[in-house]
Every structure is written in C-alpha cells, then in structure tokens.
C-alpha cells in the first residue's frame, strides 16, 4: 500500500501537542498538510483518535469525503465538502486530547480513498472503517502525545 503524508505545522511527529489544540486550549483542531496524495484518489478520510484511554480507544474526530485535491486543512476548519461524523464525546466536530492522567497518543491517520463515501453525519469511527474497506489507496499517519498540566 501506498504511503500518505501527514504533517502539523502545530507539532511534529511524536511531539507534544500544543495546549491550544486540546481541552486545556480552545480546542482547536491543528492544521493539517497532506503529500503524496495517488492520483487514483477521489476522496480523504481522517480519524484521530486515542488509544491509551482508560476504557479504550476514545475517537477525537471523523471526517470523510474531504476533497482528494486538498493538501492542507486549516486550523479549526475543514474543506468543503468534508464531512465529520461522531466522535466518541457524541458530537459532530472535532475534539481534543483531554487525558485523564498522564501521557496519552494521539494518532491522526488519513485515508486516500478510491470512492467518495454516503455516509451520514451519524457515521462513527468504526461505521467509516467498515466503509473505507477495500476503498484505500494509501495512508499515513502522524502521531502526537498530550498530558494534562
């Protein structure tokens, strides 16, 4: 499979996020760009979510048919078209780290997709993973750790 690229100008891959992005912050999604998009590609899917959570991976955000042209999301923005489903807080947005101790990663994964996906914003991470399958082109992923202060 084929690699994505996925970058913050917030933070690097394995660094701190920046409380700004998170529940300490304004809980602003970080801006995003995005390389090595396959020109097969007719769409972007992203998940963020937390796998160190007490009770499980807790989903910060899901977000699909993001346009494959679009090489960067803006801070706190999506592109048009883009469309986010639930996170696991039950809102249509993005949410950010808010661990409840210690050290947590964040992984923001995106997708290059063959399709373009009808999906409904009550879509969750695991209905998007159902979906995307057999769908993915190529991924990336970028991985950045949060603890509360």
């Known amino acids: 499979m084929e690699q994505l690229k996925i970058s913050s100008p917030a933070f690097s891959h394995g660094e701190s996020i920046p409380a700004r992005y998170t529940c300490d912050g304004y809980d602003a999604s970080p801006g995003l760009v ?14 963020v979510d937390d796998p160190d959570a007490p009770g499980g991976t807790w989903v910060h955000w899901v977000v699909w048919n993001i ?9 706190n923005d999506l ?12 809102r ?12 947590h990663r964040y992984f923001f994964r995106i997708f ?4 373009t996906l009808n999906l ?5 991470k695991a209905d998007l993973e159902r979906a995307m ?14 603890r509360r202060r």
Do not use: F
């Not at 249509?92 to 050290?103: A, I, L």
């Open 34 to 47: 995005i390389g090595k998009v396959p020109p097969a590609a007719l769409s972007l899917a992203l998940i």
């Open 67 to 75: 346009p494959a042209q679009v090489r960067e999301i803006p801070e």
């Open 79 to 90: 592109p048009p078209l883009a469309i986010q489903g639930k996170n696991d807080w039950k």
């Open 92 to 103: 249509n947005k993005y949410g950010g780290p808010c661990p409840p101790s210690g050290t």
């Open 112 to 115: 290059a997709l063959d399709t």
């Open 120 to 124: 409904n914003s009550s879509t969750t």
């Open 133 to 146: 399958q057999g769908h993915i082109l190529a991924k990336g992923e970028l991985m950045g750790t949060y």
